[in-house]
């Protein structure tokens, strides 16, 4: 039985805690063991590992030696660290301290747009040396870390899963109008500023939509402030953090999200599952996972004129919007199955150093 034990630097539900939970929740209970220390404060996302058995520590940043002590108790065999604040604390720190498995993620390059800041990189080519793998979760992010001096030999791409058998395909029933859903953290980096210019572009050109904004974050307030001076109240909604967003996902008609910067986005696998097409910002790793014209439309970063052209296309067209939905989950059953994703990881922890 080996142990592995996730650090990381957040406990709120995002791509990064959907995808670590589904992996800690999946692997093979007959030959790992797994805990969770949240090098932070308590959030959301503890109570699934509560529901789930599995252990979890949660310690204020930056209090190292509390958090040491959690470490020294769970003896892991194996330690896998999530987020660059984390990532740079601890893998010098373990290191020195005799634990040699250390496993890094990296499941976008930063926070405010498509290239990571110098300051960024400088701290992560730094410390990687440290690790024995570094996993990145698209091909961009491999590319990039490599064009930026990483060891390529340490890097490891594998592609974060959903489980399928949790969202079902979209009934062929159709909205009127139809339902534009967004689902993600209310942060700049994820652009739903730029939606909402998409769709006072819509309004204004007499297009007949409704759109659902899922998610919280910091920037509600401003957002909300922003849909009453554009005047969409009437188009747009908003849902705040939704428990079964499956649910959601499922009665709305095409996903769209204009981010700034992307991984391969778990909520746009989501709704691919869920049978609707997408219209998203061409950035990171978004095309690996949409491909222009098949599962739905990319556009340019903030192109907020093209995304509303290629929402009103599909807006008007339920045909193309069934033949794009039903590609979309095609194409995440055969590539972005949490099955492979478990099983991949699986066989890194039985050799780390692959």
């Known amino acids: 039985m080996k142990k592995i034990l996730y650090i990381q630097a957040s406990a709120d539900w995002g791509g990064t805690e959907v995808s670590s939970f589904q992996l800690a929740s999946h692997l093979d209970p007959n030959e790992f063991e797994t805990g969770v220390l949240f090098h932070c404060t308590a959030g959301p996302v503890c109570e699934d590992y509560r529901k789930a058995g599995i252990p979890f520590w949660t310690v204020s940043f930056p209090r190292v030696l509390q958090a040491l002590k959690i470490i020294r108790q769970f003896k892991p065999d194996i330690i896998q660290i999530y987020g660059l604040r984390t990532n740079v604390l601890w893998r010098p720190l373990l290191r020195l301290l005799g634990y040699r498995r250390l496993i890094g993620v990296n499941q976008g390059l930063t926070n405010q747009g498509e290239k990571p800041s110098r300051g960024r990189l400088v701290l992560d080519r730094m410390t990687h040396g440290w690790l024995q793998n570094y996993v990145v979760n698209s091909q961009q992010i491999a590319a990039t870390l490599t064009e930026e001096g990483f060891d390529p030999t340490k890097l490891l791409m594998i592609y974060n899963g959903i489980p399928l058998n949790g969202f079902l395909k979209k009934s062929g029933t159709q ?31 007499k297009v007949s939509f409704e759109a659902w904004i899922v998610g919280d974050g910091p920037l ?16 747009v909604k908003f849902l705040g953090r939704v428990e079964a967003v499956k649910s959601v996902l499922q009665k709305a008609d095409i996903f769209s999200s204009l981010p700034l910067s992307e991984g391969v986005p778990i909520s746009m696998m989501e709704a691919m599952s869920c049978g609707l097409p997408i219209v998203a910002s061409r950035v990171g790793g978004v095309p690996e996972l949409v491909r222009d014209g098949t599962e739905g439309f990319l556009v340019p970063s903030k192109a907020v004129d093209s995304a509303a052209e290629r929402l009103a296309v599909l807006l ?5 919007r069934l033949k794009m939905g039903h590609a979309g989950r095609f194409r995440v059953e055969s590539q972005f199955n949490l099955n492979t994703t478990v099983i991949e990881y699986e066989n890194l922890y039985r050799n780390p150093a692959v």
């Open 175 to 205: 909205n009127h109008p139809p339902v534009i859903v967004c689902v993600g953290n209310l942060r700049q980096v994820k652009g739903h500023t730029y939606l909402l210019d998409t769709f006072k572009i819509l309004r204004a050109r």
């Open 316 to 320: 008007s067209d339920p045909g193309r």
């Open 220 to 235: 509600k307030s401003q957002l909300v402030s922003k849909t009453r001076d554009l005047q969409l109240e009437s188009h």
